[in-house]
């Protein structure tokens, strides 16, 4: 038991003066003549002996009576610790990730959430509430209850670690605070290794929300599988998380306007096409009917007017197989020997490629690092007797230097298979054991910013990039390489072609770094736009001759057909999807992890922490006991004789 006010208990020191009246207290008898003396000895020692037993109970009485009083005025409690006197800090995570959207007992699990928060956090305390991407610190409840009841569903999902370390961001380093995490999920299966260390000074309470239904079909992706002179095919594949299903209609639209349905059965996965005129614009939506989480029931795609890229080869020797790669479906290939090059012809091209030139001239070479600076790709392949002071002086800005010819075979056996020019689908998995393709000869080439594509098998670079300039150590011709006939050739090729200029894709995914290009003239200080609707809003962006390169990130943050415009102008558009990460409804398991505490209850974990910092009032029953005791004397001095 502890005090409010100690200091006056020493009021206590009080009690000693009615036990000193009381013990010399001196009373004087009057003397009173009677005739039979037995007698009153006998009523003199009853009296005597009934009023001495009655004042030892009053001034018992009176003692406890006044100790209470003391006692009540002092202002006992009680608590489970120390807690409440230490100054309390609560952050609050709040998971408004699309898994929420799932049904529990009593709604979709973000919205009872929210109603739980708001019902258990005392108005008049201060808290940290933070979710996906909005924040509220050092705030009060009411002050952010309409804010919270108006919060939507977030295409970002911080993982479990970075959500906990994001919230002792929000702590002080006092260590005399009482420090509580919580944080409120349906805690979904992410990649990160969640694990908490044991923190005395930190309380670590995790909620587990858990949704009635574990169903949920989704569309996982959708590409061209196949394409001709008439037609393209889409493939559209579906995911099932829950029971297998007979039927499940799936729906095609261009725009508003539907232009195809079909139903799949689906176990596990599904896969249906759909057939559509080439040529033709399509602002496309794949829907589902799916009763469950809705974010992953629409996919959004795009098929723009065909755009090409431009391919210009200056040729030292045979193009063949340039021509061959560089088809006139995809590309605008031109070739042209050094001594026939129109200069006018290179700032509208994306990819020049440098086909086995014995000697670069000093203004082809001032031109070609030009067209670098306003975006164009360069691609190198030298010749077997190459003017190495006109290569190098050509390469000096990039830091690349060519050597001495070493004659001697090498096979080219590494692949960079994280590079971009691989990393897209070319292979299914990595390939250790296969038909190594062969040099005779090549140049040592030296640099510290050349990032190897391919090695041969000593370690040394077949192929290396720095920054949009691809340069070959070795000549590709048939008597040189046997690299034409390689089948690493053609994804080589094809992709860095692919690379100067990102065509946009049929859609991308929020919360992915995207990047694509888009063909147009600006005036100076003009800038493009992303509009869909209502939302307008202007990307990073870098302006260039004939291209404006187009990155987005987290916006925009809402699914959907977004238009390019320049100005009033619309260009093209380009399609945002929601990741489908949090379709498949696999969760944690959190019995396994120590020094946290795992609820599936908001008002139970708000029910511990105030209990643990609960102060139990007792000056109320002190009260009552010293009234209780005067009515005790009041009793005693009435029928007590």
């Known amino acids: ?72 005025f002092a202002q006992p409690f009680t608590s489970k610790s120390d807690a409440f006197k230490r100054e309390k800090e609560t952050v609050i995570y709040l998971d408004n990730s699309f898994s929420m959207q799932a049904k529990g007992n009593q709604g979709e699990l973000l919205k009872r959430a929210i109603q739980d928060v708001i019902t258990n956090v005392p108005e008049d305390e201060t808290i940290s509430i933070f979710t996906n991407d909005d924040t509220f610190k050092n ?108 039927n499940l209609p799936v729906s095609l639209f261009n725009g508003d306007n539907l232009i195809a349905k079909t139903s799949v059965a689906i176990s596990q996965d599904a896969e249906t096409i759909f057939s559509l005129p080439i040529n033709q614009i399509i602002n496309g ?48 290939y031109i070739a042209t020997p050094l001594n026939q090059l129109d200069y006018n012809i290179i700032d509208t091209q994306n990819l020049i490629i440098l086909n086995e030139l014995n000697n670069i001239p000093v203004a082809l070479g001032s031109t070609l690092n030009q067209f670098a600076k306003q975006g164009g790709s360069i691609a190198l392949i030298p010749s077997k007797a190459i003017n190495n002071e006109a290569y190098n002086q050509f390469l000096a800005n990039s830091n690349v230097s060519f050597n001495d010819l070493i004659t001697s075979e090498k096979s080219i056996t590494t692949i960079n298979y994280s590079h971009p020019l691989y990393n897209n689908g070319v292979f299914e998995k990595q390939v250790k054991n296969f038909q190594y393709p062969k040099v005779n000869s090549f140049y040592n080439v030296a640099s510290n910013s050349l990032s190897p594509v391919l090695k041969f098998e000593d370690g040394k670079t077949f192929l290396g990039q720095t920054q949009q300039t691809y340069i070959f150590s070795a000549a590709l011709n048939q008597e040189n390489s046997s690299f034409k006939n390689s089948p690493l050739i053609v994804p080589t090729l094809y992709n860095i072609a ?24 600006m005036q100076q200080d003009a800038v493009l736009s992303l509009v869909n609707n209502d939302i307008s809003m202007i990307p990073k962006q870098q302006y260039f ?97």
């Open 285 to 332: 939506k794949v829907t589902i009917d799916d009763a469950n989480l809705q974010f992953d029931n629409t996919l959004y795609f795009n098929i723009n007017e065909a755009s090409k890229i431009n391919v210009l080869s200056i040729n030292g020797n045979d193009d063949g197989y340039l021509k061959r790669i560089y088809n006139e479906t995809e590309f605008n």
């Open 139 to 246: 705030t009060k409840i009411k002050a952010i209850k309409n804010d919270l009841l108006k919060l939507d569903y977030s295409s970002n999902q911080l993982t479990f670690e970075a959500a906990f370390l994001k919230s002792k961001t929000f702590l002080n380093n006092k260590s005399n605070t009482l420090k509580n995490i919580i944080l409120i999920s349906d805690y979904q299966e992410d990649e990160s290794n969640f694990k908490t260390e044991k923190d005395s000074l930190l309380n670590l309470h995790l909620v587990k929300l858990n949704g009635i239904n574990k169903n949920n079909i989704s569309i996982d992706k959708l590409y061209i599988s196949e394409s001709n002179p008439t037609s393209i095919t889409i493939k559209v594949q579906l995911k099932n998380s829950g029971s297998a299903i007979d």
């Open 1 to 72: 038991m502890q005090f409010k006010h100690p200091e006056l208990l020493y009021a206590l020191f009080l009690l000693l003066i009615p036990i000193i009246v009381h013990l010399f207290q001196l009373r004087k008898f009057q003397k009173v003549d009677f005739t039979n003396v037995a007698f009153l000895k006998e009523a003199t020692l009853q009296t005597r002996k009934s009023s001495q037993i009655k004042k030892w109970l009053i001034l018992l009485t009176r003692l406890l009576l006044l100790a209470a009083l003391v006692f009540a």
């Open 498 to 521: 692919k690379q100067s200029f990102k065509i946009p894709e049929l859609y991308y995914t929020i919360g992915k770094e995207n990047t694509f290009d888009v063909e147009t003239k």
């Open 545 to 641: 001759n004939n291209k404006v390169v187009i990155s987005t990130f987290e916006d925009p943050s809402i699914a959907g057909i977004y238009a390019i415009q320049n100005k009033s102008e619309s260009i093209k558009n380009v399609s945002y999807n929601n990741n489908r990460s949090e379709s498949m409804l696999a969760y944690r398991d959190l019995s396994a992890l120590e020094h946290a505490t795992v609820s599936d209850s908001i008002t139970e974990v708000f029910d511990t922490i105030k209990s643990d910092t609960k102060v139990n009032a007792l000056w109320k029953w002190f009260v009552i006991f010293a009234l209780a005791l005067l009515i005790i004397e009041m009793l005693i001095l009435k029928f007590f004789k």
